[in-house]
């Protein structure tokens, strides 16, 4: 289930299951999009990116799903492991070299 | 790894203070970013670099920082007179603009700074 932490909205989730974080975007025009992976004390570690032509990209167990209708983005990851416990963030820009604009953030809990 | 480094780490400094950050950027990327992050927040957009050139600055970059990209590659990130509303994690981020490139943003360890 979730919980709604002190600054960031929480996802619990038992090992081996399967995660799924979403994201609304905020600006229409934006072409661009990247999942990143923050663990505490670190940078953002990027982990898959899809651009506003597709709606769906795979990588290694973990899938982006982008719904433009409703400015909605989502990270699925497969079978959720101890070591995929962070806060992650979407990001947008608007075009290739832009800055990007980062959303709140969902902490990810796995529970052995 | 991604291959951005910062310098230092960490840094602790007193109200009124000037510090500086360094950022080295993956050898190939031609682009660098600084961002700054709060606790519990996302990254929020400082600065950007293409080559040498800084082409854009963010409203919160106020006139006591500074950046700089003299040749290219290395990146300093200066704060004049700080204050405590800056304690924060400075992130440095590069990437490759180029044909065929995505240009994907990588990030470095960032460097914490606390103002006492």
């Known amino acids: 289930g979730e919980s709604v932490g002190l600054h960031l909205p929480t996802l619990s989730v038992q090992e081996g299951d399967n995660s799924i974080i979403n994201c609304a975007y905020s600006?229409?025009?934006?072409?661009?999009f990247i999942w990143y992976k923050q663990e505490s004390g670190k940078g953002p570690q990027f982990i898959i990116d899809?651009?506003?032509?597709?709606d769906k990209r795979q990588g290694q167990r973990v899938t982006v799903l982008l719904n433009k209708t409703v400015k909605h983005l989502s990270l699925q990851i497969a079978a959720t492991q101890p070591g995929d416990s962070a806060v992650y963030f979407c990001a947008e820009n608007l075009s290739s070299g832009d800055k990007l604009t980062f959303g709140t953030g969902t902490r990810l809990a796995v529970r052995p | 790894d991604t291959g951005v480094s910062q310098d230092p780490r960490h840094k602790i400094t007193k109200r009124g203070q000037n510090v500086t950050f360094r950022c080295d950027p993956i050898?190939?990327?031609?682009?660098l970013y600084w961002y700054r992050q709060t606790l519990g927040q996302g990254p929020e957009f400082l600065t950007y670099f293409q080559n040498e050139a800084q082409l854009e600055k963010s409203r919160l970059l106020s006139d006591r920082f500074s950046a700089e990209r003299p040749k290219g590659s290395f990146s300093t990130l200066e704060i004049q007179r700080t204050e405590q509303g800056d304690s924060a994690m400075y992130l440095c981020?590069?990437?490759?603009?180029?044909?065929?490139?995505?240009?994907?943003?990588?990030f470095g360890p960032g460097t914490r700074l606390t103002v006492l």
């Open positions: 899809i651009r506003s032509n597709m």
């Open positions: 050898s190939e990327h031609n682009r």
């Open positions: 600006n229409s025009a934006s072409d661009y």
């Open positions: 981020a590069s990437s490759f603009g180029g044909a065929g490139s995505t240009d994907t943003q990588y």
